[in-house]
């Protein structure tokens, strides 16, 4: 039975003796609403580590409309049940209170990274997630940390954190899971209609409309963007909210693609929003 503990104090205590006894430390940051690809950052932490702790926080400073944090599915007991069948040691499921006592004074903000992509549309989003996961890692300090793919722009802010900030521990990127028909698994999922679910699909179609431009030897970035967004503009259901190239670990705009790119987009599906993402690079490159 996985340990299901609400408060930093205790979970220090609890994790005192498994340090002690010099056990590798995984933890896999969530905000529950688990789902397959959580699943497979929990098996990565499970043969990765010797203790893994999932922590289910929906942290309230990286919403940036109060509805849209109202409306995050929510569901513990399926989350500890999913938990347990999967091996983790220990759930953190902290309060708001537990984690804001106060009104925070501090917070972290990584400059440049957050310029484009969800950045613009999103504004004190990963101002939230890196606080957040700052004070995650201050709380757990674990010896590997995973977070998904999917979220390839918080991936890298959060790794630039922890470089520029001197956090011990790795921080692990896990492959994006996806459908059959390419839709990569999102708790925001469970919030589609059937014919958004259907829709939904014209992102990563989109996706991959310009990673074979990109592999066939297109050059123009500007081209790869108008090509996918022509795709996603194909589907009524959806809107497009910005689709990029950018350059994979900078995460900015290129002149010319010359060697492997990150090529990201956002739709919207009525007040659904889905993010998802690919690199590419032109055949001749590899
Ligand atoms: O990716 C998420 O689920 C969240 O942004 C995270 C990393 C758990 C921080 O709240």
Redesign the pocket.
């Known amino acids: 039975m996985a340990d299901l503990i609400h408060t930093v104090a205790d979970l220090r205590a609890r994790l005192f003796p498994i340090r002690h006894e010099r056990k590798i430390i995984g933890l896999v940051?969530?905000?529950g609403a688990l789902h397959r690809g959580h699943g497979r950052l929990i098996e990565q932490a499970v043969s990765g580590s010797g203790f893994v702790i999932v922590?289910i926080?929906?942290?309230p400073t990286?919403f940036n409309q109060a509805d849209d944090y109202q409306a995050y599915p929510r569901d513990l007991a399926a989350d500890l049940a999913f938990c347990e069948q999967r091996g983790v040691n220990l759930a953190f499921v902290p309060s708001a209170a537990e984690m804001y006592p106060n009104e925070g004074l501090t917070s972290v903000n990584v400059s440049r990274l957050t310029d484009h992509l969800c950045g613009p549309h999103r504004p004190g989003h990963f101002e939230?997630?890196a606080t957040?996961?700052a004070k995650?890692l201050n709380i757990v300090q674990p010896d590997r940390t995973y977070?998904?793919e999917k979220?390839c722009q918080?991936l890298a802010i959060?790794r630039r954190m922890v470089e520029d900030l001197n956090m011990p521990g790795e921080i692990i990127g896990v492959p994006t899971v996806r459908e059959p028909d390419g839709l990569a698994l999102s708790?925001r999922n469970q919030r589609l209609s059937a014919e958004q679910r259907q829709a939904a699909t014209v992102l990563y179609r989109a996706l991959r409309k310009s990673e074979d431009l990109v592999r066939a030897g297109e050059t123009c970035p500007g081209e790869v963007m108008k090509q996918g967004l022509a795709v996603i503009e194909s589907e009524p259901l959806a809107r497009a909210e910005y689709f990029e190239v950018v350059d994979p670990e900078q995460l900015q705009p290129l002149d010319e693609i010359a060697g492997q790119v990150l090529i990201a987009g956002a739709i919207w599906l009525g007040t659904t929003r889905l993010i998802d993402n690919l690199r590419a690079a032109p055949a001749d490159s590899a």
Do not use: A, E, Y
Request: hydrophobic share 45%; glycine share 10%.
């Open positions: 940051p969530t905000m922590s926080f929906v942290n990286q939230g997630v957040v996961v995650l977070f998904g979220d918080q959060i708790s």
